[in-house]
């Protein structure tokens, strides 16, 4: 059975940074692209950031731009999400997902990926 699980969540205040982890187990995700999406109460999910299956390229959503960095680490199965410099309205539910397709794309679209986490909560404080 393939599991996703986030961990690294907390409360910061605004200005401060944490760093989300993401866990892969029962399927290895080398050659597929991976991202963060997350959700605020009453809100739809939204992207967050993604990465390639070789790491090599990633894509941010215009909000967290040069603010926060995903990577990941093949040989480990995991990926990290490093978020600098945050602000109240980063405050949400954040999931790592996983797309099922070989040499897939980083896509921006919640349908295009096929295993997720079941989220982490993330709360900054003004």
């Known amino acids: 059975q393939v599991q996703l699980v986030e961990s690294g969540g907390g409360s910061v205040q605004a200005g401060g940074s944490l760093r989300l982890s993401c866990a892969a187990s029962g399927r290895t995700f080398s050659r597929e692209a991976m991202g963060w999406f997350r959700q605020a109460p009453g809100k739809e999910r939204e992207f967050v950031a993604g990465?390639?299956?070789?790491?090599?390229?990633?894509y941010y959503a215009d909000s967290v731009k040069g603010r926060f960095a995903i990577s990941r680490d093949t040989a480990n199965n995991t990926m990290s999400l490093l978020m600098n410099s945050l602000k109240p309205e980063a405050t949400a539910v954040y999931y790592c997902a996983a797309s099922g397709r070989r040499f897939s794309s980083i896509s921006t679209s919640a349908i295009d990926y096929d295993y997720w986490g079941q989220g982490t909560q993330v709360t900054v404080s003004s």
């Open positions: 990465i390639s299956w070789s790491g090599y390229y990633t």
